[in-house]
């Protein structure tokens, strides 16, 4: 192995003179179908105290092919510390049981911060990976907590604040499985049926995208962060691989990986993708659908799952792509021809060889097949509150520069802001309203969610058009230019007081959209002490707001020679929104946008005495 590279493991805008695009005409690269499909190892379930590294590495993207893409390139990658030579850049395949208690080590081997999110995971706050729980260069990250998710295809990724794309480019990703319980009558008998032998009929495919360049004779990875480049298209970490699976029933396991582009998946015999082959959708994000649905094409944005079932019974011999359909990209969605600068074409990205069968008798004779009604699926009469989250591109000064960014209700993610506090044990609505030109994906942590109701330009959607958002839960959905997509929502377990750090994310899962601010924070409250840290107190002075009345900005003006906290109420005395300031002395401008109008009670607490007051916002 060549030794550590300590120049920059990847090039940011900054740095791009005197590097070359390892392009240089507009045209793609040849498709050669020669690489073999990487399976990452497994992790089974009963490792129940198992350990990852993220660490740097070399890996060759195209190792059988004639582009020059051949040749190691520096990257990121997680590594199981019991067999950490895996040639691999994606992660282990790691798999949780249900209910069983973990005791996972993470350690961070980088030069840099980093976390490890489990995308989908139904987590404490404390073990959720996300901006809040920093691994710090060399540091390990030791938790423990139970597996609360039944059977569903998720996956684990870095979110450090910022970093999240360029730590997802260079290779940090990997598969997380929760198997199916096996004392659920229900979920045991699908697993009977489907197919689930790793890496042989039940196959993870990871797709994601990389834009290379070269520096001085090496080739790199760039993450940059704009749309409009070349890139090369990947599955499991190799430019068009090929993968051997037997004549029988197959179970394909869809992520897409990556940062900035949704897919349009179909399967075809043909590598110009003419008459595509039906297959079967049996599972969205986060655990089965309640029946099969059949598909043709499959519109998959950055970050979500689904699973399918191929029946390729009697077809040895055959051959199938997995292709991108991308001249049926709806417009304004980050992946389609105009949105990359006519880049993005239609193109197989795996080639999938049919071989002999080795399998026993799929049970399945037709389909739909039923699936899984969970019986946990909250219904509209729990609901308890409802709340509006509207994607937006406004104008924002930062450092004096004046940026037109994509954000949720004019607000930039800020770690000191919890922006929602949801009742533990509440059920909730919650509406995305798409108000951009551009299709955004939503993700949410903590929960699962069920969507309701789609209103195009308010008119509502036919939920058959759309199985793969309705048929099943989810925790990751793309919202479409004028969209007002609702979903329920269930918010039991991990209820705290409200801290900063115990706040779950929200936010597009574009991962440059949410580096740049476009997520938010909230913390499901258990109801006791607002926050622990601090008594009441006495009311013991003022406080000077101002506009107030206002229809913007709201602005504190006084001094806090520590850090202070400020509970903001609504009119019914609930608590909506906690704000947390520096030391200060003179005027600050408070965090109160993407609240309902109407009258706002601010209650600020610092160690100079608390202080609460009225303001209008109108
Ligand atoms: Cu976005």
New binding site residues.
């Given amino acids: 192995m060549p030794a550590i590279y300590r120049k920059p493991l990847y090039s940011s805008m900054a740095t791009l003179l005197g590097i070359a695009f390892l392009f240089t005409s507009g045209s793609l690269y040849a498709q050669e179908f020669v690489n073999p499909l990487i399976v990452p190892p497994l992790i089974e379930a009963d490792n129940t105290d198992y350990h990852i590294i993220a660490r740097e590495t070399f890996h060759n993207f195209n190792p059988l092919g004639s582009d020059s893409l051949n040749t190691e390139v520096p990257a990121f990658a997680f590594v199981d510390a019991d067999n950490p030579t895996a040639n691999t850049i994606l992660g282990p395949t790691i798999s949780w049981d249900y209910l069983s208690e973990l005791t996972p080590t993470v350690t961070n081997d980088l030069n840099e911060r980093t976390t490890c999110h489990w995308h989908g995971a139904h987590v404490p706050q404390y073990a959720d990976g996300g901006p809040h729980q920093i691994i710090e260069a060399g540091e390990d990250w030791n938790i423990s907590f139970p597996v609360l998710d039944k059977s569903a295809t998720m996956w684990y990724h870095p979110h450090a604040m910022g970093l999240t794309y360029e730590h997802v480019q260079m290779g940090l990703s990997g598969m997380l499985y929760v198997e199916d319980p096996t004392d659920d009558p229900v979920l045991s008998f699908i697993h009977d049926i489907l197919p689930n032998e790793y890496g042989v009929d039940d196959i993870p495919l990871i797709v994601q995208t990389k834009k290379f360049m070269r520096d001085s004779g090496q080739i790199v990875i760039q993450a940059e962060k704009g749309f409009k480049d070349h890139y090369y298209y990947m599955v499991n970490g190799h430019v068009d691989p090929v993968l051997q699976v037997p004549a029988d029933m197959v179970r394909l396991r869809v992520l897409n990986g990556d940062g900035k582009f949704s897919f349009n998946f179909g399967l075809s015999s043909d590598p110009q993708g003419q008459q595509p082959n039906d297959y079967q959708l049996i599972a969205t994000d986060a655990g089965y659908t309640t029946r099969s649905f059949t598909m043709e094409t499959l519109l998959m944005a950055p970050g979500e799952r689904t699973e399918w079932l191929v029946d390729l019974r009697g077809r040895e011999g055959d051959v199938l792509y997995l292709y991108n359909y991308v001249s049926n990209i709806p417009d304004g969605v980050i992946g389609n021809s105009s949105t990359t600068g006519g880049y993005a074409q239609n193109r197989p990205l795996l080639k999938i060889e049919i071989g002999p069968s080795t399998q026993p008798p799929s049970p399945i004779i037709a389909f739909p097949i039923n699936l899984y009604n969970d019986p946990d699926r909250p219904t509209l009469d729990q609901v308890s509150n409802t709340r509006t989250k509207e994607?937006r591109q406004d104008t924002f000064i930062m450092d004096g520069d004046t940026m037109n960014l994509?954000n949720i209700d004019s607000t930039l993610m800020n770690m000191m802001v919890v922006n929602d506090v949801v009742m533990l044990d509440s059920t909730e609505i919650w509406t995305i309203n798409n108000t951009?030109g551009?299709a955004?994906?939503w993700h949410i942590h903590d929960i699962h969610f069920w969507v309701t109701e789609i209103l195009e330009n308010g008119a509502p959607l036919s939920p058959s058009a759309y199985p793969e958002i309705f048929g099943g839960p989810k925790d990751n959905v793309l919202v479409r230019p004028g969209w007002e997509l609702s979903y329920i929502a269930t918010f039991d377990d991990y209820g705290t007081d409200i801290q900063f750090n115990n706040s779950y994310m929200y936010h597009?899962?574009?991962l440059p959209?949410?580096d740049r601010g476009?997520m938010g924070q909230f913390v499901v409250w258990d109801g006791e002490n607002p926050s622990s840290n601090e008594e009441p107190g006495e009311i013991s002075r003022d406080m000077t707001l101002y506009p107030n009345p206002t229809s913007g900005d709201v602005y504190l003006e006084g001094a806090s020679t520590e850090t202070s906290t400020i509970q903001v109420f609504n009119a019914n005395g609930s608590l909506i929104r906690l704000l947390q300031l520096p030391p200060f002395e003179g005027v600050m401008q408070l965090e109160l946008s993407g609240l309902q109008k109407g009258i706002l009670i601010l209650d600020w607490r610092s160690a100079e005495g608390r202080a609460v007051k009225r303001v209008v916002t109108q």
Wanted: aromatic share 16%; glycine share 0%.
């Fill in positions: 994607f994509f951009t551009i955004h994906p597009c899962h574009i959209h949410e476009m």
